[in-house]
């Protein structure tokens, strides 16, 4: 049983590597690009999208990493928080990311977030 964590360990630590280097790269890239003073705004709107996506992904990757970890109990000091976020803010950001294929594919976006719900 002990082997088959350690392999499990490895292999989200693999993986996480594996999957981080590239976005990091399309983040980098996609900054430098953004410097370039000759692209259109819509241009600007794209490759910040890119950003965020791939923002958003490595989020991912590091909570289920840290999932992965408080799994197997290899990091005792890691312990779950629970947070008060801002709903209105993470609706906004996910239209961002996914505003563009709505768009592409004639889809409206609607978000109507109750304020009460802001600070949960």
Known sequence: ???ISNLHRAFVANISHELRTPL????AFNSMLLEDETLSEAQREFVSSAIVSAEALLGIIGQILD??????GSD?????????????EMMNELVDIVGHQANKNQVEM???????LDGV
């Open 1 to 3: 049983a002990e082997s």
């Open 24 to 27: 990091n790269s399309i983040i």
């Open 67 to 72: 999932f992965a970890k408080l799994e197997s």
């Open 76 to 88: 005792t000091h890691q312990e779950l928080v629970v947070e008060n976020f801002e709903v209105h």
């Open 110 to 116: 609607v978000v109507d977030v109750d304020p009460s």
